[in-house]
Each structure stands twice: as C-alpha cells, then as structure tokens.
C-alpha cells in the first residue's frame, strides 16, 4: 500500500558499533522484500529503523514521498512483528491481538471479528483467555504475529516471525502470509534465516553482510546469479562448494592439479573478460554434483572418483560430503542409495551451472548468461 | 507406586526438592518467627498497656502480664473525643491523598523513565533535590502560602500538593519504570499507541507492585500525618485522628492506656489494610514473559 | 471541603449577632483539665455580651510551632497560652502584643507572684499575663522513714541532711538497689540544684555569665558525689523509668524520696492511693542558705497582629482574676499565677488533708521559687552548658574544668551576638 | 535540513515528556519554589519569623563555620548516623525481604508483622522504645541477657546513643522491605532456573541474580534514606527531650537547627544551616548518580 | 555419559493444561535424541521436566539408575540451552557463560580457556564484553548456546538452539554441536523444528503430538516408515501427501477413482492384513511424485497427467502443487524446468515407496517391508 525509499541509510550504535552501512533499496508498493543475512549483519536494525524505534544516524527514509526520518512510530502506520515477540506480559492473547485495534478505536464487534480471525488462521483459539506466560515458544510467536497480521497497516515488518514453529505449522503460516499478502498488498519487509521462506515469499530478496547490501533480486535470480561469493555461499543450503584454481586451455584446474573442462561458450566469456589464465574461484552447487550419470543434452559434465566422508541423510535427499582434491565439497543426491564413509564414488559436475567468481573481490564475472535478468 | 526400585540409591531427604525446600523454609520460619517477636514486642507492650488501669500502668516495676484486662479501656477511649468524626475526617484525607500519590507520581514518574526529552536529567536531580530541604525551614513560608491562598482550616493544603507529585514516590515509580524493557512501550508505540495510553494501558499495570507500595506508604503517611493536620486545621470539628490522640497526652502526665488503646485502634485498619493489599505487590507480573 | 467553609460560616454567623468572637488556643484537652478551662470561659462568655471566646485545643508542644507559623501569615489566634519563660523573648521578638498600654489603665501586676511578673518583662513592658504555674518540692515516703529510723515528720532540711537520710533509706542488694534513698537528679536537673545554693541564673539579668562561681562549684561536686554513690547503672535504669512517665518507683515504695512538683500529688491521689507520704521544701545547701526551688510556668498572651486586642485583654484579665484563677487552682490542684487566688486555694475546702498539706506547702515554696526565663542573649546557651555536666558525671573532666569550659562557651556565644 | 526536522521529532515526544511532568512542575512552582526560594534568600538576613529580617549577608554562614562549636559536634553526631544507618538499614531491608519473598505458610503474616514497625510511628513509638531501651529491666536488655550480654546505657551513655538510634531504625526496616519485595516480583523466573541450572545455590542465586536485578531499588534505597538520614530529628527530639542527649550525642544537624528556628527565633541562623545540609546532601546524591550507571541494572535500557 | 529412563511421565498445569501424557523412553548412554512436533506438543515441557525446573506431575524419572524426581536442578549436573534464552540480562556475554563455570569453581585461567574456545567456535569473541541488550537475535541465541557447551554436563538439554541463526552459521553450529558430541558422548536431547538437524544429528527421533510420543526411531527408519499418518505428514518437508481411497484388485483407487496400481508384494501384504477391499489412506513423498521418468529397475511407477496449481522454486528445487482428482498433491522435481501454472505434466507415483495407513486410527499397515528395522 506504500512505497518506500531508503536512501544511504546508515546506522551506528553508541558512537562505535555501525550496524548498517550506506542501505540503499527502493520498495515498490506491495513489494514482499525479504531481508536475509548472517546473524548480527543489521536486519533488525533496518527494520526498526524503518519503525522509527531506532534513530536514523545517517540518511533518509521515504514513504509515499514523505521524508519519515522525524515521524514518531504510533504515526507511521506500521505493523511489525518483533524477532523477540515483545507481548505484553499483563494482557491475555485476546487482549494482545486487541491492543491495536483499541488504539485505533474499532469497534468492539469488529475488533472481536478480527482477533478470532487471526486465532484460527495462527491456530490459537484455545488460548485466547491465556496469559503469555502460559505459553508455549511457538504459541508465543504466533501471538507476536496476530498482534500485526489483526491490523491493516500500510506497511508490515516481520522479524523472523515464523523462527520457532515447526515444520508443517510454518509451511502452512507462510502460506497464510502469502494469501494475505495476495489479498491486501500490504508492501512488506520480512526478515527470515529460513531459505524456503525467502525464496518462496519474496518478490525480491536483498541479501546483507555486515550492514551492507550484497545483491538484490528476484529470488530465483539471486540463487541463479549471485553477485559474489558471498551471496553464493549464502544462498542455498547446504552451500555452494567454492573451488579455488585458475583457468587453463578451457579447463578449470583447481590447485592441486584437478582439472576440469569448461562448457566452451563460457571459456571463451572468461578469456575475452581477461580470466584467461588467471586465478579464479569456481564455485558449484551441491546438487550440481551428481553420481555418475547420463550425461543429458546440453550439460557440460566432468567426472572424478571421490571418497565418501560422511553421508547424511537429511530426508528426500543425502548430503555426500567428499574432496575434491584437497579441497571439501558437499554433493546433494537422491536418497535411494545407501553409502558409507569409505565407500568410491564417481560425481559429475555440471560446469554448465557452476559459477565463476574473480579471486580477489569474489565478484561474479559475467559471462553473457544474466542476459534478460530483472535485477 | 514404589519409589525404591532395587539398586537405586536412596536419596536422602534434603537433598530432594522438596526436602530441600521444606529444610530452607523451616530454617526461614524460625528465622521469621524469632525476629517476629522483636518485631511485636512494642506492639505487645502498647496491647498490655491498653488494657491496664492507670494505676497499674505506674506501677514499678512495670507488668508485662496485666492484672486485669481492662477492656472497657477502649470504649472509653474512643468516647473521649468525637473519634467517629475523626475517622471520617481522615479517611477523607488519606483516600483523597492516595488516588493523587498514586495516579500523578506515577504519570510524572513514567515522564522521567521512559519519555527522552531535554534537560530530563536536570529536572529530575531538582526532583531529588526538593527532598533535601528539612521541613521545617519551608515550614513557615508554606503556611504563609496556605494562607495566601486562603486554604488554612481547609483539607486543601493537606490534600492538593498529592495531586502534584511527590519527589520520593516520583523517584521511587521511576525506578520501577526503567525496569520495564522498553521493547513493550516499542511494541505499543507501533501499534499506534500514545506514551499516554502506553502509560495507562502498560505503564500502570506493569508496575502495580510498586503502586501498591506508594498506595501503602501514602495511605500510612496520610493516615499518621500529624503535623500537617495541626498546622493547618483549627476547627476541632476538622481534626484528625491522630490529633484526636493527643487529647491523652498532656504536659505533665500522660493517659498511657487510652493513648495506646487509641492507637493501637488507629493502627488497625493500616494492619488490615496492609494484610490484603499483600497480594498486590506479591503478585509477581513476570516483565520478561513477554519476549523471548 | 466543604467542613472547613462551614467552620467559617459559622464564625461569620456569630459576628452578625454583633458580638466579637475570639479564638483561644490551649493545649488543655484532657479530660480533666479541658471541662475546666471550658466552665471558665462559659462564665466568661455569660459574664457580659460582646465577646464570645471560641475555645481550641491544639497538642502540648506543637501549638506554638503552629501560633508561630500563624503569626507569620497574619493570621493569629487572639489568646494563646504560652510559656511563661520565652515570654521576654518573644517580647523582643515582636511575636506578641506590648500589653503595656492596658496596664496603665489597669495595672494588675500586683496581682502575680513578683518573679513570674518579672519573667513577662521585656523592656520594662510585659507581654503576656501569668496563668498558672509550679515550683519544686521534696516527696518523701512516710513509711520508708519510719522503717529506716527515721522521724517521719522530719524531712531533711539540708543537703547534708539529704545525703544522710538517703544513706539511711537505701536498701542495696549487691550490686542492685531494692529502695534507693534519694537521688537529686531524678525529677530535677544540675541547673535546679545550682540555683537551690546560690540563687544566681547561670545568666544574669545584666547578661553576666556566672557558671563558674564557688557555690555552683560546690553543687556539682556535690552532685557528681550523689552520681558515683549510686553509679550510672542503676542510675540509668532508675532514669528511664522516670523518663519514660510511666512506672514510677516513688508509688511503689521503692524510690524514698523525690524531687517533684506539686501536682504530683493528684498522681499519687490517683494511682498510689494508699502511699503514705509527705512534703517538704527543697533542702538548703547549709542552714540558712535558703530553700531557693524553682519553676515555670504559663501566660497567656496576645499574638502579635490579632485582631481584637481589646477584647483579648478584656478574656485575659478575666482569666487571670482571683475569681477564675481559684477555680483553676482548685479544680486541677494547680498552681496559679495569682497571689490571692493560690493563697485562697489553699485553703479550699475541696481538698482532703493531703492535698491541703501540698497545697499549702506549694504556696509556701512560690515566693523562694525561681524561675529561669530564657536569654535574649543566647536564647539556648543550656545546649553548651549540659554536655559539661554530663562530661563530669561520666568522668571525663572534672568539675573545675567543666565549669570553665562551660563559662567560657557561653560567654564567647553571648560575645557574638 | 534532516537535522531540523530530526530536532522537530525530537521536540514533539519531548513535548510529552514536559506534560507528563507538567504536574510536578506546577507543583514545584506553586508550593515548594517559593518557600525554598525564601529560605535561601532569608539565609542571608537575621530573620526572625516576625520582627526582622535585615540583610546580614554572609555572617549567618561565617558564623557557622567559624565559631559555632555545636554545629560541628552536630554535623560530626548526623554523619556518623547516616554512615551507619544507610548501610545496615538496606542490607537489612534486603535480606529481610529475601525471607519474606518465598511462598510458605504464614508469610502473609509474617510480611504484616514485619511491616508493623514502619506503620507504628509519631511520639509514641520513641517513648515506647524509651521504655524497652531501658538499661535495667527493659526488654532489650533483658533479651541480651539471656545470651549473657550485658546491654549497654543504650540512651545515657553518650557512646551507645547513637547505636540505640541506628538499632531503632533497624527495627522498623519494614518500609525498605515492601520495596524490595515489589521489585523483587518484577525478576523473571527463567533467570533463577538458569542460575539453577547452572549450578548455583540459594545464596548464589540471591548474590549474582536477585541483587543485581533489583539494584535500581537499592539505589533508591540508598539515596533516599541518605538523604532522610541526614534529617534525622523526630527520634532525637523525643528521646533526648529536645535537648540533645548526654554530652550533646543525640544533636543531630535538624535538632541543633530546630532549637535555633523555633527556640532562639533565629531562623535566618537556622536556614543557612539547612543551607549548607542542601550542599552536602545534594553533593553526596550526585556521585550517587554519577556512580549508578557502574553498577544499577535498568532492565529498560534506561533510554 | 548416562542413561536416562523416563517413565510414565505427565505433566499438567494448573490442574486443567495437560502438556505430556504417559512419556516412556530409555536413553542410552551417549544417544543423540531430537525430541519434535509442532508447537505446543510438550517438548519444551519435557525438557523441563528433565532439567527439574517443572514438577512432575506423574511417572519418574531415573538417571542411571537413581531415582531423580526430587533432585534440585543444581544437582542434576545438567546444562540447558532455554528456548527463550534466559540470559543473565546483567552480564556480559563472557560472565554469562562463564556463569556456571564459576559456580562449580574453576580455576580463573580455565574458566577464560573455555569461554575463549567456545565463544571462537561460536563466532562471538568480538562480543564478549557486551551485554545482551546490544547484541542481534542470532548473536543472543548462540550465547545462551555457549554457556551449555563450555561445560561439561551429564546431560546436555538443547531447546531449539538454533532457530534464529542463518542457514550458514546453523550449518556450521549443527555440525559443532555433532563434533562435540562425538567428542565427549555426552547424552544429549535435542529439541529442534528443523528437518535437516532432526535428521542428521539424531541417532533417534521421538515424534510427540499432544503431549503423546507417536514414535520413536532411528531418522531413517522414521522417515521411510512413518508409524501413523501424523509421524508420515509430520517428519519430512513439504509434508507426505495423503490420499483417501480404497484397495481394488490391486489397485490403490482414490475417492475419485483414479486408479494406481500397487507393486505385487504390497498388494498381496494386504489382502493378508485384511485391507482386501477396505478404505485405506495412502501417503507418498513429493519426492517420490516426480516428471514422467524413465522408470528404473525396481521402481513401481504409475503416471498420470495433471495440471500445475503453483511452481515454486525453493533453490535446488522447484515445488509443484497440483492435484490428484480433488485431492491436492506436492511433487518435488528438478529446478531445471520452467513451470507454469496451467502447465499440463504427467506426474509419475513410485508406488514402491508409498505408505499405506488405516483409514479409521491412521496407523501404518505394516506390509512386511519393515523387516530388520531397529525400533
Ligand atoms: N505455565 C504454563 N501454564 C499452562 N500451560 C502451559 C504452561 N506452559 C506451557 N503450557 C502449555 O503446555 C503445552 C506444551 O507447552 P510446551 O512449551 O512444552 O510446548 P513446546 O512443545 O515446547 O512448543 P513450542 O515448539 O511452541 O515451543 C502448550 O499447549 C502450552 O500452551
Ligand atoms: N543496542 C545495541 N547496541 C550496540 N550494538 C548493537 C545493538 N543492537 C544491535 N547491535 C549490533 O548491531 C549489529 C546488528 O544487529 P541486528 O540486531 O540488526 O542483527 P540481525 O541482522 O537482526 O541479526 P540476527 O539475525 O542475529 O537477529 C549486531 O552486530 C549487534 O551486535
Ligand atoms: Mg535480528
Ligand atoms: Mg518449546
């Protein structure tokens, strides 16, 4: 319902800390950005920034055209959800989710309407009469989120407000947050660690180290394309395996000699981008390494004899984790087999898909494949 | 249910929960209960003497077991000045001086704790500073001020200034508020709440121990208050009970049994008062519970 | 609020009638003491039609804070009864109404003993009329005499005599005292005794300080004599009873004899009934010295900045008559202010035959009695003077020293000023 | 620019913050300023409530300091009060509280009895304590016999006056103890079981959580009863008679000054005095709160 | 490093709330236990019970051998990590795990060698003078985990200790955590909402709904034999889909008479078990849905057209929602295509792999295929 500019948005706690650096974003009315980034990179702090909770050191924040910097919280309109829940010990569930609405002066019936609505999306009819403290962490959380999703703000923040739910009750969570935000196009910021969340729910993902953007995009954008390693490694899970080596004759040849053709449209990318022969980072996904298999039209497959170090079972898959050289290396594969440390494998790498990034700055080189990418 | 399955060790009681539990609270109770008697022994000596006759109350030396239980000693106490009037009167007081302790210190205290502003720091070590001026210094010019104000023989001077804070219970309330994390009052701010309604709607409840506390200390205070009574009450139909006390008292000898009967007659209803209002500041608002 | 309106109304309501209406403080609310004070002012009120005095009562001690604070706003009662001691000083201090353009139209000073009269004095001008009063006198036990030996009709005259008859009357068991003779500081205080052997205020009316003098010497040796005959200890326990005004050892026997003022009798009237018991003046330093005892007393008085100062003198000069004065001194078995009123008293026939022995003994004791009205110089020298007689009892300096050391405080405090 | 409209954001919700204490200060302004103000001015006269008021300038505070051996025995009798009350009076307070906060049979009425001496107040309890002080039969010492302690001349012998007072105020330690039993309420319990689980014991557990938690009281407790006990004079007024005890031991600071307000008239004398209790107090209350953030805990961040 | 019986246990609260009924389970010196299942199951509540912050209310718990229920926490020698952190507010990151150390009096230097060490592994050591109000989520979740791992506990109680870390840092945690406990073998339960840790860290699994456990197993076994329909939609993400119908001739046929035929063994299985022609429910992975495949040796396929509801690209890969007749279906294919919504794909049912439960209890029907399974 609202469109955002951040511009140069920096944030420094007690004189020393700077918890965001130079935040530049601009969110299009009913955009879902969702925030990731390692722990303590600064997305609570963006958010709350946003909120007004926390003061703009540097920058200026925009909504609508209007400068937001000096606006108080109650005035802004926004509805967040806070990565601590931050419930109000004193007031029952009911009067938790009611609390807004109060403030805002609905209508007994309507605000009843609302929060029993809210009860039976986050499954919480039973507790509405509870005290927080008679909660659990889940139950908790799930208040945290009715308080915002009982309120048509202009704009919503959520701090990893699906953290502590499980599986299934997440999966069906995030489905309510989608449908809601289908309905309402509420513009929205979510910050979450859970993978499946950002790419599934973004419109676009903004991807932050140490207070400062590392990309964004459209999520399926950002996995295929990450600017740098970082977001590389960052992006998917179990993470890329990043190889170092430098190119040589169209072969990438890692530092102990293993080497490993490349699709040749991309050598000749990277000979006319001056990575001819120098060193370079290469890096794969786990489910870009296979086991030994048919080759399919259009793959550019190497293959090499590995030693199984650990096999895990995480599910529908295995995560094989092995060498490739000296270097260690996670390979995702169907669960079918039954492999044991020791055991031989073949894995093919899919060097069609994997990624080459420069090995001083980690950047992405672009070898021509972006072409028609929404960035 | 058996317990001791073969080959478990038993343990020995206290060192089990409830054995340890049950050893710290009884080691506790005696504690209590011995410092207990310290504690009532005044309490004791003014019940004995409340209910000797005058002549047993010089006696020397002095009883600590009554000949007589002399209860009529109340009765007659509380003939001797109108104290049913003076009940009223200072019920009037002390309910009127409580609301205004409680309410008012707590808005301003929560002015001080959780709303930034400029010179906040200033303003509050003036709050404290006001505490360090005797009384009896301002004494004369407050009254003349009373008497400008044309307040003198009036509850006024008596009741108007609790409406106006009062630096301990500002400090006091204060210090209750920057206990409060401030993620609520962030929480409330974003739902749209002013720092009034934070105030009313988290501030108060979240604090009610502590306001339990002022509403105790005001009420004990309002009710013993003797000075301010006496300075600015002449009509006797005004006075208050502990004014009415001093009619025992005299220059030269004092009417021990009624003066204490009377006074233990006055105490009763802060010793009640104090028994059930207990749960109000021993009811545990957990702060914390909220978050995570 | 509305009761402290109506208080004012019904002040109002009572000046329509066109009579003045006055407000009179007292700290008199006792039972005893309060119907009495309020039947002289109902004969007073019914004695004429223009004045009607509003009685109130206001606690011992705090009432004066409280005129104080009055007279400063404005606002002041008409009458107030007051210590007879601060009277000059507050003379001096203009807190209350010079009565001396009254008294020349009515001069009643020859009414009140002469050393109360002259306590009112500030520049010759008198401030305030001496109610009632008191003196000090010795209690002893008639029965504790007879056990000991002693004639109990004859009362020690001398300090002497004192200590010898104590020595007789003490029943020691150890360490401890089962009867304790006579000890001078229970009651009364060094300054008292001082006065008793040379009849000189530590500070003279020519603001001269006479603390060191030979005979106020004498005293506090011969005090700190009696101090280390009986020892802190039991002194103390004995003290804090006393202090403490309430079990008093005198009823029970075990106190032989004590300092007290006359209206101790109506306590040993009433809660040691069968006490067989005698008075006498205070002993005399050495024959002849005189039975010098001292007192206080009470006046009443005109605020400064009341508002019918006529009216006022005319309710004082009524308090103070023989006629309200008798009654006083009858009904309280007090002691009062007016020579013939006490005189008549004491032979009132409302007394039984103990209370017309003490009475009369009282009346006896008025004209040797002291009084020790406060310096305008150095209102509260004593603050200076005490700490060097206690210092003497606990045998940190020495009688000599302590006197010196006390002279010299005071006159450097008085030089200040 | 920004930085105007961050000043404008800044000054709305200070705004609030002055309506919030908008009551004290009128408050301020219409009872106390005024009155203080007065008697700081009449500090520098003769001042006599009724009669005079001259400008003596700074003679009253010459005199204080120069010749006035009373005021110092005065001011030495009230710190050496403060300096053993405040300490005793709050390890008291908490330790005591420490009892009272546990759910077992009786508290309630243990937590009233505690709290007894603290609504037992006025005149009555100093000569009720008078009676109990008593060397020789009085009950304090009577008790301290049993366990073969000879009690002391608690108020004559001018070495235990003060002791006596402090024991005084010990006993009724009730007041500080509601204190810190409403914030002990406000300690969230999962700390205590993560201490538990952490292996610490009762004791540890009331050292390293419950004292620190509730510091923010303590604090209170600290200034607010230095500065009560740096005006002590109800006790002292009473016990010694208003005279100031044996060998003036029982002088405190407000006594001295109340004998020279209300007994000499000289107020103008007595209001340098209070004067010159301002400095020092309000001097001791600044390094109390310059020192607070070293070690007060304000859960609330103190924002 | 002990063995833990645990033995009828409930726990109610407040006379009405019962959070755990009937708990058994013998953990074995050196096990590895993930306790799930969704919110407000009872996890933490059992973990409490364990740790003696929560009364039991029935049943006894025994620690090798000793009878426990009455034992002060203190003395259990148990660490925790809280769900809800319960940081010492008043600490710095250093004394808050130095905390216990202390109470157990280590030496000073020891006590600085561990908390050094743990706050290295933990990526903290820039922040152990702070206080826990000036630290991010993350960074506040992983102290409360040091100060469990710088001690040496009997027993190590894990209440979702790294819900709010990211994907990266939890990897790496997760595979601390299992380091550490192949190191020192301590017994550990673990309560976790993340698949991937359940999986991988257990040595077992102990599904609870409703304070009831519904099984208990090795991570493989539970998830290739789901006891009962909860355990099989519960324990694998997105969750096992689940169709109504009955058996016909050897057919699986859906409520709406779509017919899969069932692998001979299976078909025959239940004809003994008397599933003959009964309604039953089958359940099969969205793995095991995939596009129209080749089908391998072995493999029991049945393929049937369908239309694609929603494509939704998680990363590696891509989940498509679609339907079975009315019933909804989650198949998890390949990131490589490029699906629509509206696409028509002939979606393939490994029948080999499918789960068959009772209609009625939703309890497994165990056709055999169970054989040499350690329960
Ligand atoms: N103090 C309490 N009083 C009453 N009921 C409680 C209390 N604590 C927890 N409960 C209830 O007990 C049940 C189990 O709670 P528990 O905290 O064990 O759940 P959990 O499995 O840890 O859930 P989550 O994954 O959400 O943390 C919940 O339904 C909860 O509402
Ligand atoms: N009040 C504060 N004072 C000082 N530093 C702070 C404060 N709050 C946060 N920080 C620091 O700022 C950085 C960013 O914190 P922030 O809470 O925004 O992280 P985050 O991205 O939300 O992390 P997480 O995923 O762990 O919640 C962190 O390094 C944190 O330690
Ligand atoms: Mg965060
Ligand atoms: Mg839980």
Redesign the interface.
């Given at each position: 319902m609202v469109k955002i500019e951040l511009k140069n948005i920096s944030k420094t706690?007690?004189k020393d800390?700077t918890a965001v650096k130079d935040f530049n974003l601009e969110i299009e009315d009913g955009d879902f950005i969702v925030l990731?980034?390692?722990?303590?990179c600064g997305?609570?702090?963006m958010l709350r920034m946003i909120?007004?909770?926390e003061?703009i050191t540097d920058g200026?924040f925009v909504m609508d055209g209007r400068?937001m910097?000096?606006?108080?919280?109650?005035n802004r309109?926004?509805?967040?959800v806070?990565?601590?829940?931050?419930?109000?010990?004193?007031m029952t569930v009911y009067d938790n989710m009611a609390?807004?609405l109060k403030?805002?002066k609905f209508k007994k019936e309507e605000i009843k309407k609302r929060v029993t609505e809210a009860a039976k999306i986050l499954?919480l009819e039973d507790y509405l009469k509870r005290?927080?403290?008679?909660?659990?962490?889940?139950?908790?959380?799930?208040v945290a989120l009715g308080?915002a999703i009982v309120?048509d703000a202009k704009l919503f923040l959520m701090?990893?407000p699906l953290?502590?739910?499980?599986?299934?009750?997440?999966?069906q969570m995030r489905a309510e947050i989608s449908k809601l935000h289908n309905r309402l196009k509420t513009t929205t910021v979510y910050v979450t660690?859970?993978?499946?969340e950002a790419?599934?729910m973004a419109t676009r993902i903004v991807i932050m180290k140490d207070g400062v953007i590392q990309q964004v995009g459209a999520?399926?954008d950002v996995?295929d394309y990450p600017e740098n390693t970082f977001v590389g490694?960052?992006?998917?899970?179990?993470?890329m395996n990043f190889f170092s080596g430098e190119v040589q004759n169209g072969e990438f040849v890692t530092a102990d000699g293993i080497r490993l053709p490349l699709p040749e449209t991309k050598a000749r990318a990277m000979q006319a981008a001056g990575y001819g022969d120098g060193p370079i980072t290469m890096g794969i996904?786990?489910?870009h390494v296979t086991l030994e298999p048919p080759a399919a039209a259009g793959q550019s497959l190497a293959a090499m004899d590995s030693e199984v170090i650990v096999s895990?079972?995480?599910?529908?898959?295995t995560?094989l984790y092995s060498k490739l050289g000296s270097q260690e290396l996670i390979a995702?594969i169907?669960?079918g087999l039954d492999l044991r440390a020791g055991d031989n494998v073949r894995l093919a790498y899919d060097m069609e898909l994997a990624h080459f990034f420069d090995a001083g700055s980690g950047d992405r080189l672009k070898l021509g494949e972006e072409a028609g990418i929404t960035v | 249910m058996v317990k001791q399955a073969a080959g478990r060790q038993k343990v020995s009681h206290f060192e089990t929960i409830q054995g340890r539990r049950q050893a710290l609270n009884i080691i506790n109770w005696v504690l209590l209960a011995a410092g207990s008697i310290l504690m009532l022994s005044p309490l004791w000596w003014m019940l004995v003497t409340s209910v000797k006759t005058m002549q047993e109350v010089m006696t020397y030396p002095p009883t600590f077991w009554p000949e007589s239980w002399n209860w009529s000693n109340y009765m007659k106490t509380w003939e001797a000045a109108p104290f049913d009037l003076y009940t009223v009167n200072t019920l009037t007081i002390t309910i009127l001086v409580v609301i205004g302790n409680v309410f008012v210190n707590s808005f301003i205290a929560y002015g001080f704790a959780k709303v930034p502003f400029k010179g906040r720091n200033v303003l509050f070590a003036i709050v404290l500073s006001t505490m360090m001026i005797p009384g009896f210094v301002t004494l004369i010019p407050q009254y003349v001020l009373f008497a400008k104000l044309q307040w003198l023989n009036t509850y006024y001077p008596l009741v108007i200034p609790a409406f106006f804070g009062s630096a301990f219970n500002i400090f006091l309330l204060r210090q209750f508020y920057m206990t409060i994390p401030d993620e609520l009052i962030e929480a409330a701010k974003m739902e749209g709440a002013s720092h009034f309604w934070i105030w009313w709607k988290i501030g108060l409840p979240l604090t009610k121990p502590a306001l339990a506390t002022v509403a105790i200390f005001s009420f004990n205070g309002a009710w013993n208050d003797f000075l301010g009574p006496l300075l600015y009450v002449n009509d006797e139909s005004l006075y208050t009970l502990q004014l009415g006390l001093q009619v025992f008292k005299g220059q030269m000898s004092t009417q021990w049994n009624y003066l204490m009967a009377g006074s233990l007659l006055v105490l009763l209803p802060v010793i009640i008062l104090f028994f059930f209002f207990q749960k109000y500041f021993i009811q545990g608002i957990n702060l914390q519970s909220g978050g995570k | 609020f509305t009761k402290g309106g109506s208080g004012a109304e019904k002040a109002d309501a009572e000046a329509e009638e066109g009579k003045i209406t006055l407000d009179f403080w007292t700290f008199w609310g006792s039972e005893i003491r309060r119907p009495i004070i309020e039947k002289i002012i109902e004969d007073f009120n019914n004695s004429q039609d223009e004045i009607e005095v509003k009685h109130t009562f206001i606690p011992w001690g705090d009432i004066w804070t409280k005129e104080l604070a009055a007279i400063a706003a404005g606002d002041p009662p008409d009458v107030v009864i007051n210590d007879i001691n601060a009277t000059a000083l507050r003379g001096k201090n203009q807190q209350a109404e010079n009565l001396s353009k009254y008294l020349e139209e009515d001069d009643i000073s020859g009414d009140f003993y002469e050393e109360l009269w002259n306590a009112t004095l500030y520049e010759g001008d008198s401030y305030g009329i001496p109610f009632n009063t008191d003196t000090r006198v010795l209690f002893y036990n008639k029965d504790a005499f007879e056990e000991a030996g002693l004639d109990p009709e004859q009362p020690p005259k001398t300090w002497d005599e004192l200590w010898e008859y104590a020595e007789k009357l003490d029943v020691k068991d150890g360490e401890k005292y089962d009867r304790l003779g006579f000890y001078p500081m229970f009651g009364v205080q060094t300054d008292v005794w001082m006065m008793n052997a040379d009849n000189v205020n530590f500070v003279d009316e020519n603001s001269e300080v006479k603390i060191n003098t030979p005979a106020k010497l004498d005293t506090l040796e011969w005090l700190n004599k009696w101090h280390q005959k009986y020892g802190a200890d039991n002194i103390n326990s004995w003290k804090a009873q006393m202090e403490s005004q309430q079990a008093n050892p005198f009823f029970s026997g075990d106190l032989a004899m004590l300092v007290q003022t006359p209206t101790f009798y109506t306590q040993i009237r009433d809660y040691a009934p069968d006490l067989n018991f005698g008075v006498a003046l205070l002993p005399e330093k050495e024959p002849g010295n005189g039975h010098t005892s001292w007192g206080g007393g009470f006046v009443a008085e005109i605020p400064a900045g009341a508002e019918n100062p006529d009216a006022s003198w005319e309710f004082i000069k009524y308090l103070t008559s023989k006629e309200a004065q008798e009654y006083w001194a009858v009904k309280n078995f007090d002691n009062v202010a007016n020579i013939e009123a006490s005189e008549s008293a004491a032979s009132s026939d409302e007394f039984n035959d103990n209370g017309k022995m003490v009475y009369e003994l009282a009346v006896e004791a008025m004209p040797l009695t002291m009084l020790t009205p406060t310096s305008l110089v150095a209102p509260d020298y004593m603050t200076l003077v005490n700490p060097e007689f206690d210092n003497v009892y606990l045998g940190k300096k020495t009688p000599e020293q302590a006197l010196k050391d006390a002279q010299a405080a005071v006159e450097k405090e008085i030089s200040k000023k | 620019m920004a930085g105007k409209r961050r000043f404008n954001y800044k000054t709305k919700e200070g705004l609030q913050g002055y309506l919030f204490i908008l009551p004290w200060i009128i408050g301020f302004i219409v009872f106390t300023a005024g009155p203080l103000l007065f008697s700081f001015a009449a500090s520098f006269t003769n001042y006599n409530v009724t009669s005079q008021m001259d400008f003596v300038g700074l003679s009253n505070y010459e005199k204080l300091f120069s010749g006035d051996q009373l005021f110092w025995t005065s001011l030495y009798n009230t710190l050496y009060y403060v300096l053993f009350s405040v300490p005793l009076t709050t390890v008291g307070a908490i330790l005591l509280s420490a009892l009272l906060n546990r759910d077992i049979p009786g508290m309630r009425l243990f937590r009233t009895i505690y709290y007894l001496p603290a609504v037992l107040s006025g005149v009555g309890v100093y000569l009720l304590w008078m009676q109990l002080l008593e060397p020789g039969t009085g009950m304090v010492n009577t008790v301290l016999a049993w366990f073969g302690i000879a009690g002391p001349n608690w108020l004559f012998d001018p070495d235990w006056t003060k002791p006596a007072l402090i024991f005084m105020k010990l006993w009724s330690v009730g007041g500080g103890m509601l204190l810190y039993l409403a914030s002990m309420q406000g300690i969230s319990k999962s700390l205590y079981e993560a201490a538990e689980i952490d292996g610490a014991n009762a004791w540890q557990q009331f050292t390293r959580i419950t004292i620190p938690m509730i510091t923010p009281v303590i604090f209170f407790d600290i200034v607010t009863s230095l500065i009560g006990g740096f005006q002590i004079f109800q006790e002292a007024y009473v016990m010694s008679n208003g005279e100031g005890g044996p060998v003036n031991s029982m002088l405190f600071y407000n006594l001295y000054m109340w004998q020279k307000a209300f007994e000499a008239f000289d107020m103008g004398y007595a209001m340098a005095m209070s004067w010159i209790l301002f400095v020092i107090v309000f001097a001791l209350t600044i390094v109390n709160l310059k020192l607070a953030p070293k070690w007060v805990h304000y859960e609330g961040g103190g924002k």
């Open positions: 706690y007690d800390v990731v980034g390692p722990s303590g997305k609570s702090t909120a007004g909770l003061e200026e400068l910097n000096d606006v108080p919280p109650k309109d926004i509805a967040m806070f990565q601590n829940y931050a419930l109000y010990p004193h609390f807004a403030m805002r499954g005290k927080p403290r008679a909660l659990s962490g889940g139950q908790r959380q799930r308080r309120r701090d990893e953290s502590n739910l499980d599986a299934k009750l997440r999966f660690h859970d993978q499946t790419m599934t999520p399926k996995y490694g960052f992006i998917g899970s179990p993470a996904r786990p489910e895990e079972l995480t599910g529908a898959e995560l995702r169907d669960s | - | - | -």
